[in-house]
């Protein structure tokens, strides 16, 4: 199973929004989760996308969202997915929204943290780390980036003491772009 870590500073953590753009560019989280999930006629089954928004009115907020054959999700609704789940939280606990999408206030920090406990290796997208095709990558590997203000300065310095940085390249692509190619990579060498 691959994990993808999406952290968003600005990302809105109520689903009472109405304009993508003004929600804390809500519309970056949708196309992200268009390019971890949808293939051609098919879904990724095989990954599971974690969204950390650090946003008002109440951040922050971790979704949690892998495909199963009970979720019924398309193109045209994922912004109503996302809303849906975010009317859903309850204080104090992890919630289960729809089949396969969970929701909780938990810390960036601390769904890394407690994805290396589960005895996955973290991987870091940089563009001044290691080429992620000469990266050795073990099969269910966690892959971080973020929205298109980085990730924060305080836990980008502390995360590359620790974490194996990887590139996709010598170009800043978008967030969902990074998505696919990562995908891409990991398709191609069967993980």
């Known amino acids: 199973m691959r994990n993808i870590i999406y952290f968003s500073n600005n990302a809105a953590t109520t689903g009472n929004f109405k304009d993508l753009m003004k929600a804390g560019r809500m519309d970056i989280v949708l ?21 950390v928004f650090y946003g008002m009115p109440d951040p922050p907020k971790h979704i949690e969202i892998q495909v199963t054959d009970d979720l019924d999700i ?4 994922v912004g109503n997915l996302i809303k849906k789940i975010l009317y859903k939280y309850k204080p104090g606990k992890k919630t289960e929204v729809l089949p396969g999408c969970f929701i909780e206030k ?5 769904v890394i943290e407690e994805l290396q ?7 870091i997208l940089d563009k001044k780390g290691e080429d992620i095709r000469k990266a050795e990558i073990p099969d269910d ?3 971080i980036l973020g929205d298109h203000k980085g ?7 502390r995360l590359k003491k620790t974490l194996t940085s ?8 978008f967030a969902s772009q990074t998505v696919a190619i990562v995908n891409n990579e990991l398709d191609r060498r069967n993980l």
């Open 141 to 143: 590997s966690v892959f």
């Open 31 to 51: 196309h992200v989760i268009i390019a971890t999930f949808f293939l051609s006629h098919d879904f990724r089954k095989d990954t599971k996308l974690h969204l």
């Open 117 to 123: 406990e589960q005895g996955k290796e973290v991987f």
């Open 74 to 77: 398309s193109k045209k609704d």
């Open 166 to 173: 990887v590139s996709i390249g010598p170009k800043t692509y």
């Open 106 to 110: 938990k810390s960036f920090l601390k």
């Open 151 to 157: 990730l924060p300065k305080k836990e980008m310095k």
